[in-house]
């Protein structure tokens, strides 16, 4: 048994494997590095990476030198090796590994094809076209298949076998046999003829030759293995993509001279100009200038932001206007793009507990296969039919029992469905997540940033007789602008917004839980609570003092404004629903899901934020911890509970839910504690989030049925001789093409709501 150091005392890293040409040799290097003392392995063969937890005192170059020793290559992240670039779609061109699978499969078919056309059309049997069938199938079988057969013998090495050892058996008999026919029985002989055979039947074994059997199997499989890793390149270069969204370099600020350095020497507090069409180097503030960025390559949103000083701005987003001065908060592995990239990487080298099942079932597949086709030999043998068809049927079961598509059908579906909800802005951060939005009923939504916009704005102004709404507001706004509070500071952009610059206050005073007061343009001004006003023995008309009470009810905040020894009018101002709620709740209805309001606000403010959304149910005056207490209630009630929010008092209960959502825009605690992260503000994306999950979820499961059915039906079918083996290395390879074809469906997931 292994002993497993405390977390503070373990290291983690990625190996890149190579070499590994089934969900079986993924197996087999997973149990290598499990046996090793206190590390913790998992193997993903979609991925081609290996990701390996283990104590601090073990070198990870013998984590190398044990995927080695198993006849596999591995190798540290080239992002972590020196002077090595990260990798970029465009290598996938220069990949040897694909090239070389190009070059055999391309002499593969030039020379298997006049091979089988002679042996499926009987018109073309010449004299001699046995020997001219030998001398093209021989390349085939010994030089396009030699991956197979290097790869059979180190498993053999090593006692294992995996679906190399299937391929390298079917064609190396199948080929042994033809030289045996060919050079001892009677198969070698001028004018000699067989006919093409869906099924098997009974003949002279020492009189066939099975040359299109082998180098048309190897044909198909090398052609199914090309396509499955050109797939598996596509699929990952959504993420590839994201990480090449960071800029280069950088034109950093020092002594108000431009200096031009690499994007790795930039600190955090470093001053950096963008220049209008440049990416943002990195996350920052805006020191100085406005402009509208584009940050639709890592959000998904197309609506360019405005920013101004003050703003918090991300790294690879695109600025699309004005001259920016950046100060640098974040940089390097810290940064919300190097964040996002790592979720999804992680998201994608996990596995969810049915693939699991299908790495156990694909781990003792290959060697129960090697039986079925002794078997399958002895009792043709023993039924009385010929040597020939025996060894057929045997060399069918060989070459159609292969677990590939088993192996592939849920990592090419995570792959791509991942990567597609990371250009999306949608972050899923482990496949068991999946299972979970299959089963959310119920979503339970925090009000503050989530619904709403959760900042004030002003949403009425409400003059006295006599007095127009621009003098209201610019006494008012000039006042509370000098004030920190968030109300006075909606009032303040407000007036600034509708009036323009605003004159600056004298003798501005802050009356603790009253108000504010001060001079505007020699003007005394009183800016607060209604009873702050009174104090002063200004009264509000009838009139506004109705309209007043009538908003408070509605749970909406007002505040009274005076000068010149009389009150003047109210602003009424209120955290407002973002323009995408109502659309959003009305989607999450449409998949299924009852939405409930979750607040820490008064019942009169929930209340008339839930019939503008169209909520029916609302949870109001929940302390923090009282959230997660409604989450409990709700599962003991039996329901299957989704959360949705955004800040640090969320975090408990998003733990808590069965599936926790935060909004990107939240804080860094909600984010940790959630399962799926919205990069965006915008809460149709919990939507997108959840129809992207379950889509991922169908297509696995789809896979999952294919592969399973595949092998399930086409074991019988061969060992009864009902399949040719070369129909069967044709349908084995097509199994593993259609799993990563469907997985790659998802590359065209669309939101809802896209324009």
Not at 74 to 96: H, I, K, N, Q, V
């Amino acid at each position: 048994m292994t002993t497993t150091a405390p977390d503070h005392d373990r290291s983690s890293v990625e190996l890149e494997i190579g070499g590994m040409t089934c969900a079986s040799c993924a197996n087999r290097i997973e149990k290598k590095l499990n046996k090793l003392d206190g590390v913790t392995a998992t193997v993903n063969y979609a991925t081609e990476k290996a990701k390996v937890s283990f104590p601090e005192d073990v070198d990870p170059a013998s984590l190398v030198a044990e995927v080695e020793k198993a006849g596999y290559t591995a190798a540290l992240p080239r992002a972590t090796r020196e002077g090595t670039p990260p990798a970029s779609p465009g290598d996938e061109d220069r990949d040897p590994e694909l090239l070389a699978l190009r070059q055999r499969l391309i002499g593969s078919v030039v020379l298997t094809i006049p091979v089988i056309a002679m042996a499926m059309v009987p018109a073309l049997q010449f004299t001699y076209w046995q020997w001219a069938s030998l001398t093209l199938a021989a390349p085939v079988i010994v030089w396009a298949a030699w991956p197979f057969h290097r790869a059979a013998w180190v498993n053999l090495r090593h006692g294992t076998a995996t679906m190399d050892t299937l391929i390298s058996m079917g064609t190396s008999a199948a080929f042994l046999w033809s030289l045996y026919a060919l050079f001892f029985g009677t198969a070698g002989e001028p004018g000699m003829t067989h006919s093409f055979e869906f099924t098997i039947a009974p003949s002279d074994g020492a009189a066939n030759i099975y040359l299109e059997v082998g180098a048309g199997v190897t044909m198909f499989i090398l052609a199914g293995r090309y396509f499955e890793k050109r797939s598996k390149r596509r699929a990952g270069a959504a993420l590839r993509a994201l990480l090449e969204l960071g800029a280069k370099d950088v034109a950093v600020l020092r002594d108000d001279v431009e200096t031009r350095i690499p994007i790795d020497d930039l600190v955090a507090g470093d001053v950096f100009v963008v220049r209008p069409g440049e990416r943002i180097a990195t996350d920052g503030v805006v020191v100085s200038g406005s402009s509208a960025v584009d940050a639709s390559m890592l959000t998904g949103e197309s609506v360019p932001v405005e920013v101004s000083p003050g703003a918090a701005v991300t790294g690879a987003t695109v600025n699309a206007g004005g001259r920016l001065v950046v100060r640098a908060t974040r940089v390097g592995s810290d940064t919300q793009l190097a964040q996002m990239a790592k979720l999804v990487e992680e998201a994608q080298t996990g596995k969810a507990e049915v693939q699991r099942l299908a790495d156990r079932i694909s781990g003792v597949f290959v060697p129960i296969a090697i039986g079925i086709a002794v078997v399958t030999l002895g009792a043709w043998l023993g039924a009385g039919f010929s040597a020939s068809a025996a060894f057929t049927a045997a060399v069918a079961v060989l070459v159609i029992a292969c677990p590939c598509a088993l192996g592939l059908a849920t990592p090419t579906a995570l792959l791509v469905g991942t990567g597609r909800g990371a250009q999306m802005g949608i972050l899923i951060k482990g496949p068991e997540v999946l299972e979970s939005t299959r089963r959310v009923d119920t979503v339970v939504l925090d009000k503050t940033g989530t619904v709403t916009e959760g900042r004030m704005t002003v949403v009425d102004v409400v003059p006295e007789p006599g007095v127009t709404r621009d003098e209201l507001l610019r006494f008012a706004g000039a006042l509370e602008d000098a004030s920190e509070h968030p109300i006075a500071q909606a009032i303040a952009r407000a007036a600034t917004a509708e009036v323009g610059a605003l004159p600056a206050p004298e003798d501005f005073a802050n009356v603790e839980g009253k108000g504010v007061q001060g001079m505007v343009d020699g003007h005394p001004v009183v800016v607060g609570r209604e009873s702050f006003l009174t104090e002063w023995s200004l009264a509000l008309s009838p009139d506004v003092a109705a309209r007043k009470t009538r908003a408070e009810t509605d749970g909406t905040t007002v505040v009274a404004v005076g000068w010149d020894g009389a009150a003047r009018g109210v602003v009424m101002v209120a955290d407002t629903v973002k323009p995408t709620s109502a659309q959003a709740i009305a989607e999450l209805t449409g998949i299924g899901l009852t939405p409930i309001l979750l607040t820490g606000d008064n019942t009169a403010v929930a209340e008339r934020i839930a019939a503008e959304v169209g909520i029916a149910r609302v949870v109001a005056e929940v302390l923090p911890e009282g959230k997660v207490d409604v989450i409990r209630d709700l599962q003991g009630d039996g329901r299957v509970v989704a959360m949705v929010g955004d800040g640090v008092n969320d975090a408990p209960a998003l733990a808590q839910a069965d599936l926790g959502l935060s909004m990107g825009t939240g804080t860094d605690v909600a984010i940790e504690a959630s399962d799926i992260t919205l990069v965006r503000g915008d809460l149709r994306s919990a939507v997108d989030a959840i129809r992207l999950s379950r889509r991922t979820l169908g297509t696995i499961k789809v896979n999952l049925f294919w592969a399973f059915a595949y092998n399930a039906a086409a074991i019988p079918l061969a060992a009864f001789g009902m399949l040719n083996p070369m129909l069967a290395g044709a349908a084995m390879a097509l199994s593993s093409v259609f799993v990563v074809s469907n997985s790659l469906r998802l590359r065209r997931f669309r939101s809802a709501h896209a324009g």
